[in-house]
């Protein structure tokens, strides 16, 4: 009798033990990548004629993939903080991500949930509290200030000095773990592997950003090689390598060899993860999230710095307010729930994605923020073709990538520009006119008197601040001060027009 008791007691505990690990087993592992100035046409699942993508495409292809995703602005910083708080990044400071209040924080909401977690890549939002270990993710590696790399090849930080601190600050970490003639990219997909190998006994939430595809445009020898090849064998047609767009030029052609095979390597990094993956039995249980913080680099100013790619036929790119600046990849995988789907009609930005992953995998609703939660989009039972959205760039630079201060709002399928110094307004439908050829603003002045005061109301409420344009110097100035600002000059210009008649 006692032997019996002693055997249905252990198989009570068995069972219970049973139970506890499959319900960890439920629990889903998270790995967000974000791809550095990556444009929507950079894959070749996206309409690339150029840089083949494998690996992106089929995860594409098997999961959903949102062709109507944004950037929440068109550059690496405030994107990057928008997605990290799930707010508009109205204003260009880097706030203090230390001191975002435990219910707004999404990592300490995996945290406490039981989950590891970690952060490999570029971060450009701050170090100390307001570094990734400051945000609470458990383990950091190759992050801090370093806002890119002097070099994708080893050693990388080259002239980066050890102590320096803002967007010359060194890579940390990477040059003690990468090996010698390691690619980054590489190295930082290897680490990434390391800490997914390392957390397999509990559920991980991890984050890779990818220094690539920013400048420095560098790839390895053959990878270059055999792009040129293809690349000198593609008929172009008619379609010009550049045309005039603001203060500069846009290209239109993805012909750049060097950067055709930094994307590749992308790919093929991407690729060893998903392989990772499922050697270690993961894959089915891991939710991956890919996109980028902004359009492709395909715009400059009156310098002579190199723009690699073409966002064609969206218009600009990085910088600009336009599609091309701020339309982006956004693909969610998840083999055990996500039915492979193409959606081309909500409105998702960057700043949606970690209110979406709390919600989804913690059944909790972050209040007090912009991002809003697309998990009803994900299973099916709401679209989001309505959607009003707003971007405010309040920090040109009309040298480097030839763009203006611009505020936007989309309300549904209309986009309406506010071009701050100019005060010049354009209204595109940007389902019917993805090129924004055709500037509505004559035919539509009710519609544009609509979005515009909608658009002046949010950024009253949210106190937005302009700022003197990148390394020029200068005062911050209010939107009161600017239009006083750009009144006097109206009148300068008139007035000399007047002595020359």
């Known amino acids: 009798m006692r032997t019996n008791l002693i055997k249905s007691s252990l198989l ?54 949102f062709q109507n995703a944004y950037s929440s ?60 270990k400051g945000y609470g993710f458990k383990e950091s590696f190759a992050a801090g200030d370093a806002g890119g790399t002097d070099t994708h090849f080893y050693p990388y930080n080259l002239k980066r000095v050890a102590g320096t601190k803002g967007e010359k600050a060194p890579i940390e970490d990477v040059q003690a773990y990468a090996k010698e003639g390691e690619f980054l990219s590489d190295a930082l997909t290897r680490r990434t592997i390391d800490y997914m190998k390392d957390n397999k006994s509990k559920p991980f939430i991890g984050v890779l950003a990818f220094y690539a595809v920013h400048t420095p445009i560098e790839a390895k020898p053959e990878d270059v090689e055999r792009n040129k090849k293809q690349i000198d064998a593609f008929d172009y047609g008619t379609t010009p390598e550049y045309v005039t767009e603001g203060n500069g030029v846009t290209r239109m052609r993805q012909n750049e060899p060097t950067y055709a095979g930094l994307v590749e390597n992308t790919d093929e990094n991407i690729g060893r993860l998903i392989q990772a993956l499922k050697e270690n039995g993961l894959y089915e249980n891991t939710i991956i999230v890919l996109t980028s913080d902004h359009g492709g680099l395909s715009t400059k100013g009156k310098n002579n ?95 480097q990538t030839g763009d203006d201060k611009t505020s936007v709002i989309r309300i549904g399928d209309f986009k309406l520009l506010q071009f701050v110094e100019s ?79």
């Open 12 to 65: 009570l505990v068995l069972i219970a033990l049973s139970i506890g690990v499959n319900a960890q087993e439920k629990k889903p592992n998270i790995l967000f990548v974000i791809v550095d100035d990556w444009g929507f046409k950079d894959m070749s699942g996206h309409g690339s004629q150029i840089y083949q993508t494998p690996n992106v495409d089929k995860l594409a292809k098997e999961g959903l993939d």
């Open 73 to 132: 602005y068109p550059r690496c910083v405030p994107s990057r903080y928008a997605i990290m708080t799930g707010t508009y990044p109205v204003n260009e400071d880097h706030g203090n991500l230390g001191a975002i209040k435990e219910d707004k924080n999404f990592i300490k909401k995996f945290n406490k949930a039981g989950y590891n977690s970690f952060y490999v890549g570029k971060w450009h939002l701050g170090t100390e509290e307001s570094s990734p």
């Open 423 to 501: 005060n010049k307004l354009e209204l595109y439908n940007v389902k019917e006119d993805i090129s924004e050829k055709n500037d509505l603003s004559a035919k539509m002045p009710e519609k544009v008197k609509e979005m515009l005061a909608q658009l002046e109301k949010w950024k009253s409420d949210s106190k937005i601040v302009m700022k003197a344009n990148h390394k020029s110097g200068g005062e911050e100035v209010s939107l009161k001060k600017q239009a006083k600002k750009d009144a006097k000059k109206a009148e300068r210009k008139a007035a000399k027009k007047a002595e020359k008649q």
């Open 305 to 399: 710095r190199i723009i690699p790619t073409s966002n064609a036929p969206f218009r600009a790119g990085k910088g600009w307010m336009y599609e091309g600046g701020i339309k982006v990849p956004l693909l969610v995988h998840y083999p055990k729930e996500i039915k492979a789907k193409v959606d081309t009609e909500s409105v998702v930005l960057g700043m949606d994605v970690f209110p979406t992953l709390v919600d989804y995998v913690l059944q909790e609703r972050v209040n007090g923020i912009d991002g809003k939660s697309f998990k009803n989009v994900i299973k099916g039972k709401e679209k989001w073709t309505d959607r009003t959205v707003y971007w405010n760039s309040y920090k040109a630079r009309p040298t």
